[in-house]
């Protein structure tokens, strides 16, 4: 079975420095693993995807991630936090035929 | 292009009684999931249609939620009778395929069982 833990449900930074947001995933086979961002009263937006391409991911707005197989981990990291980066951002794992398994969500603050 | 449409964005009801939501997928996208995310909680998928037919209602509680995509495009979600703890966001995402990678979400429509 498919599941994926977000390591922390809340994570405060300043602006201007990193922003690390933990994944660990559980598959029994090679995932596909997404990061979307959900700002309030928005819909989820999809950051970036890996699919067993390059394990280092880039996605928008400056944000990457890296897939470490032997690690069962997807973090997500930004070099440096905007005040717009402050959202709730969702792990997720895709299931054969398309479903995707959400983490509980990591909640980003960023202060001035 | 346009994106997944929902209606309503908020809905207020009794317990008791029934609601029905609404989703307009991204033109051409075959594939259409309903998720329910209740405050706090990651969305879980409640069910998935391929054109109009059911691919995955298994988290469904089919004793008050139904779902239907008629055509292929359109689909609608219901809850009859509405419960306190259906109070949540019901969220339509649609892809091109199943297997395509990428889903697109809707804004959700964000319902209140008083």
């Not at chain 2, 409640?46 to 292929?72: C, T, W």
């Not at chain 2, 949540?88 to 889903?103: F, G, I, P």
């Amino acid at each position: 079975a498919q599941s994926v833990t977000q390591l922390d449900s809340h994570v405060s930074v300043s602006e201007g420095t990193p922003v690390l947001l933990r994944c660990n995933y559980s598959s029994s086979y090679s995932p596909s693993l997404f990061w979307y961002v959900q700002h309030p009263n928005k819909g989820l937006q999809l950051l970036l995807k890996y699919t067993s391409a390059a394990t280092l991911v880039k996605g928008i707005n400056g944000f990457e991630a890296e897939f470490k197989k032997s690690e069962t981990s997807f973090h997500l990291t930004k070099p440096s936090a905007h005040m717009s980066d402050a959202a709730e951002y969702f792990c997720v794992v895709s299931r054969l035929g398309g479903k995707l398994i959400f983490g509980q969500g990591t909640e980003l603050s960023v202060k001035p | 292009e346009a994106g997944v449409a929902q209606s309503p964005r908020y809905k207020i009801i009794e317990k008791r009684q029934s609601v029905a939501f609404w989703c307009n997928p991204i033109s051409g996208h075959a594939t259409l999931y309903w998720y329910q995310q209740i405050l706090g909680q990651g969305p879980k998928l409640l069910i998935q249609f391929q054109n109009n037919g059911v691919v995955d209602d298994s988290q469904l509680p089919k004793d008050r939620f139904s779902a239907e995509r008629l055509k292929g495009v359109d689909s609608t979600l219901k809850i009859q009778p509405a419960k306190l703890e259906d109070s949540a966001v019901y969220l339509c995402a649609s892809s091109l395929t199943a297997s395509d990678t990428e889903a697109f979400f809707g804004q959700g429509t964000r319902l209140t069982v008083v």
